[in-house]
């Protein structure tokens, strides 16, 4: 990948050796992620990535050439526009803990209405169930979009 031989050079060159160790654990936590979707082979489920964020955009990458339909992405701060129901596509949620609560609503609506038609695929540096616990994340949502769990983190993948 030419952006994470970018990122290790910039790292070297600037002598932050802790930078390079995160970027090289980073990837190669992605690659074990990354195998173990093509395991699953599960083309319509949604999927739920919590790690670090050189890890999660190393697994997007690949995700984005494997997948053949149209993909719309959300990320913090901007207004969520949903695909059509009808139509087979991805919906991207980048860092989906900031969903504000009406967001939160409204997708769980929107997934009723799908049927399996859109694939979620939802990103996250923090453990969701904490705030599920807590009341500031919806619960329903949680297990909607939780159906295949990859960790990507430095200590290692879970599933």
């Known amino acids: 990948m030419e952006n994470h031989s970018n990122a290790v050079a910039g790292a070297m060159a600037s002598g932050d050796v802790d930078s390079v160790l995160q970027i090289r654990e980073d990837r190669r936590a992605a690659c074990e992620a990354y195998k173990d979707l093509q395991i699953l082979e599960m083309p319509r489920t949604n999927l739920h990535l919590v790690g670090t ?75 969701l169930w904490p705030r ?3 009341c500031a994340f ?13 960790n990507v983190t430095a200590n290692g993948l879970t599933h």
């Open 53 to 127: 964020a050189g890890a999660i955009r190393i697994v997007l990458e690949w995700l984005r050439l494997d997948l053949r339909e149209p993909i719309v992405t959300w990320r913090p701060g901007q207004r969520l526009e949903l695909p059509s129901p009808r139509r087979a596509a991805t919906l991207l949620l980048h860092d989906v803990s900031k969903l504000t609560s009406d967001e939160q609503h409204r997708l769980v609506r929107w997934l009723d209405e799908t049927a399996g038609q859109v694939r979620v695929v939802s990103t996250t540096a923090v453990p």
């Open 132 to 134: 599920v616990q807590h």
């Open 138 to 150: 919806d619960d329903v949502l949680y297990y909607r979009l939780n159906i295949v769990c990859l």
